[in-house]
């Protein structure tokens, strides 16, 4: 490798680093929790408790909706989700089909007595949450984050490339203590950045397709969902008094899907479904099939199955990637991994800054030098 191949790379690695760092640091420190956000929600509460029934018979979906929009009158149904591990239908309402997110309605009814399950509201894994995501600020705050995501993995690639010269000086693993602290710390900066490589370019390249998530739903829905509800495109919207049974629209969604279950219900007019449909939304029985939803379109006049088709890939990359990113499909062994390599990670971002921020006024061509010796004369 040339000299002024070494120094286009140095200088990608050290920009793209610097403009980064300080929001990577805030999306590790935030994702720590995270990873453990269903043990944390569990211990502290957060779905609310069951009351002990003496019978585990399961009202049908349709009693479970008349409950949910008997609790807020003069509200339609918007979606219908279903713990996994627990009898509880989840149902969001609003004023109207198209209601926005600010406006919509959480309930969560016990499936056996139609009771409303309390559960604190918001709290501090919500926060981290929206922190994490979005810096509060919504969609432009994705992107945001998604660029930074972008640039930690560009940064990632450069400094492989710009230290291959510098580690082919000294054998894998070196930390040389006993000279001085920033060369101490930059050995441990390339050694700890080397053994996460893997790790943070799934974890990066995840974090920045979760970015994308709105502008992928709405491919999604201008394209697939647009031809599959083309017959219904000339029609006018059905109106929510006249829906038919959401309950007998589930069983038809199953009987087509054998070895999957529901996962959620949009209604007709809402952002996933069309203006005509109960979208329901079928996942697998695995850790892995279960984040790859296959769409069923059910006539929500007619009860009648009109159309059922795997989501593109792109919108299955989006799928995967979600709970890849905070390893949420191997257990909590997986978790604990992630965890330490999240912990790892902060180190490696740390001690960059440090090295920045402690950095000697030398000119560019003895850093150069100190890559191409391996820094055996710092």
């Given at each position: 490798m040339t000299r002024g191949t070494i120094r286009t790379w140095y200088l990608v690695h050290k920009w793209t680093s610097l403009i980064c760092?300080?929001?990577?640091?805030?999306?590790?420190?935030?994702?720590?929790?995270?990873?453990?956000?269903?043990?944390?929600?569990?211990?502290?509460?957060?779905?609310?408790?069951?009351?002990?029934?003496?019978?585990?018979?399961?009202?049908?979906?349709?009693?479970?909706?008349?409950?949910?929009?008997?609790?807020?009158?003069?509200?339609?149904?918007?979606?219908?989700?279903?713990?996994?591990?627990?009898?509880?239908?989840?149902?969001?309402?609003?004023?109207?089909?198209?209601?926005?997110?600010?406006?919509?309605?959480?309930?969560?009814?016990?499936?056996?007595?139609?009771?409303?399950?309390?559960?604190?509201?918001?709290?501090?894994?919500?926060?981290?949450?929206?922190?994490?995501?979005?810096?509060?600020?919504?969609?432009?705050?994705?992107?945001?984050?998604?660029?930074?995501?972008?640039?930690?993995?560009?940064?990632?690639?450069?400094?492989?490339?710009?230290?291959?010269?510098?580690?082919?000086?000294?054998?894998?693993?070196?930390?040389?203590?006993?000279?001085?602290?920033?060369?101490?710390?930059?050995?441990?900066?390339?050694?700890?950045?080397?053994?996460?490589?893997?790790?943070?370019?799934?974890?990066?390249?995840?974090?920045?397709?979760?970015?994308?998530?709105?502008?992928?739903?709405?491919?999604?829905?201008?394209?697939?969902?647009?031809?599959?509800?083309?017959p219904y495109k000339a029609m006018a919207p059905v109106d929510p008094r006249r829906l038919g049974s959401i309950?007998?629209?589930?069983?038809?969604?199953?009987?087509?899907?054998?070895?999957?279950r529901p996962q959620f219900v949009a209604f007709p007019g809402g952002y996933f479904s069309s203006k005509h449909h109960y979208a329901v939304f079928m996942q697998g029985d695995t850790p892995l099939t279960k984040t790859l939803l296959t769409p069923a379109l059910v006539d929500a006049e007619t009860g009648e199955l009109t159309a059922i088709r795997k989501m593109p890939w792109y919108a299955q990359a989006l799928l995967l990637s979600q709970p890849l990113h905070f390893g949420d499909y191997g257990g909590l062994p997986l978790k604990i991994l992630w965890a330490v390599l999240d912990i790892i990670t902060i180190i490696v971002l740390g001690s960059g800054l440090y090295l920045w921020l402690g950095r000697r006024r030398a000119p560019i061509a003895a850093r150069l030098k100190e890559l191409e010796t391996g820094g055996v004369s710092a």
């Open positions: 760092t300080a929001f990577l640091l805030l999306l590790c420190v935030t994702g720590l929790p995270l990873i453990f956000h269903h043990e944390i929600d569990e211990l502290s509460g957060a779905h609310g408790e069951l009351k002990p029934v003496a019978s585990d018979r399961l009202l049908d979906l349709d009693e479970i909706m008349a409950r949910a929009l008997a609790n807020r009158p003069g509200e339609v149904g918007l979606f219908m989700s279903f713990d996994e591990d627990r009898p509880v239908v989840n149902v969001t309402t609003g004023p109207r089909p198209d209601a926005p997110e600010t406006a919509m309605q959480f309930q969560s009814l016990d499936q056996r007595t139609g009771e409303v399950v309390t559960a604190p509201a918001g709290g501090v894994m919500d926060f981290i949450l929206r922190l994490h995501t979005d810096l509060f600020l919504g969609l432009p705050g994705l992107l945001f984050m998604g660029l930074m995501g972008l640039l930690f993995f560009v940064a990632t690639v450069s400094g492989v490339v710009v230290y291959r010269p510098f580690m082919a000086k000294l054998d894998f693993g070196t930390v040389r203590t006993s000279r001085s602290t920033r060369l101490k710390w930059l050995d441990y900066h390339n050694l700890l950045g080397i053994v996460t490589l893997a790790w943070v370019s799934v974890v990066g390249l995840t974090g920045v397709i979760n970015t994308l998530s709105q502008p992928i739903i709405q491919i999604w829905q201008a394209t697939q969902l647009a031809e599959m509800t083309a309950n007998a629209a589930v069983e038809t969604a199953k009987a087509v899907a054998p070895g999957m």
